[in-house]
């Protein structure tokens, strides 16, 4: 199962159990091919860090299980400077982060990238709208 971006209270969030369902307790983003791997380089770009340094920008809240799923929780950081783009900086952003080789290799549509960029700047906007919220990134492991 690919990773899931969850946007929900963090109290909810952080009380999952391994059967239960995350979207039915959060607002989901599916990554579908976009692991760790693809989206640091995102998270690089978007505070000028190495990619080497973009991986604390993903903290490890827990593990659901002993072998899994783990949840993390996406910096602020992150979220606010989202949070903050419009349309053309978007796309500019997707532009860039296309240019990684992490995102090169996965050979996925334009179009599907910034679909998916828009929809994660969208929880964004919500979460920066309701002070209640954070953002979390479910892991199967």
């Keep these: 199962m690919p990773d899931v971006y969850l946007l929900g209270k ?7 159990a391994p059967d239960d369902a995350p979207d039915e307790i959060a607002l989901c983003l599916n990554t579908g091919p976009l692991d760790r791997e693809a989206r640091l380089p995102l998270y690089a770009l978007l505070e000028g860090l190495l990619i080497e340094e973009a991986g604390g920008l993903e903290s490890l809240v827990q593990a659901i299980d002993a072998d899994g799923p783990y ?15 419009e349309d053309e900086a978007v ?6 982060w296309r240019a990684c ?14 679909k998916f960029l828009f929809e ?8 920066d709208q309701n002070s ?10």
């Design 10 to 16: 963090p109290d909810e969030i952080e009380a999952l």
């Design 71 to 85: 949840l993390f929780r996406v910096d602020e950081k992150v979220c606010d400077k989202l949070a903050r783009f």
């Design 91 to 96: 796309e500019t952003l997707l532009l860039n």
């Design 101 to 114: 080789a992490a995102i090169e290799g996965l050979q996925i549509d334009q179009d599907d990238l910034l």
């Design 120 to 127: 994660l700047t969208h929880l964004c906007k919500i979460r």
């Design 132 to 141: 209640d919220l954070e953002l979390y990134l479910y892991h199967e492991g």
